[in-house]
């Protein structure tokens, strides 16, 4: 399953991603992963969350880079339950066209391979014309 926090910068979406991932880690048999742009978050998840600093990966420039990432991620741990990823359009080129996209991919990757995704999206939901949002729970 998706599902999205979506709102502008400032509205609390990180603040909430970090409660529901820290919820979920108390909870989970499975891996849960926080992909976050710098490192400033790593101290308020819980040890049991594995933490990546998309600063880390400057080379990562573009959707389809990115969704390769995620593959690496998923190929590196059979046991992921979750993947959040907060601020996406923050990690990489990404504008607001490339949303609609790469949703859909998370949408097929949280099918194909059984993996949830939680993200964030610095938006309103009235910009992201072309998203389907069949099959994804908005938590905001």
């Known amino acids: 399953m998706v599902k999205l926090f979506i709102g502008h910068k400032g509205s609390g979406k990180t603040k909430k991603m970090l409660e529901?991932?820290?919820?979920?880690?108390?909870?989970?048999?499975?891996?849960?992963?926080?992909?976050?742009?710098?490192?400033?978050?790593?101290?308020?998840?819980?040890?049991?969350?594995?933490?990546?600093c998309m600063e880390d990966f400057i080379h990562i420039t573009n959707e389809d880079e990115y969704i390769g990432f995620l593959f690496g991620i998923l190929s590196s741990d059979n046991d992921i339950e979750t993947i959040y990823i907060d601020g996406i359009m923050r990690h990489t080129d990404f504008e607001i066209s490339n949303v609609?996209?790469?949703?859909?991919?998370?949408?097929?990757i949280s099918r194909d391979y059984g993996i949830n995704f939680v993200a964030s999206i610095s938006a309103e939901l009235e910009e992201l014309t072309g998203v389907n949002f069949d099959g994804i729970e908005l938590l905001n």
């Open 20 to 52: 529901l991932a820290n919820e979920e880690a108390n909870n989970s048999k499975g891996s849960i992963i926080f992909i976050y742009k710098d490192t400033k978050v790593i101290y308020q998840l819980s040890y049991k969350i594995r933490t990546i």
């Open 100 to 108: 609609p996209s790469f949703i859909n991919k998370l949408k097929d």
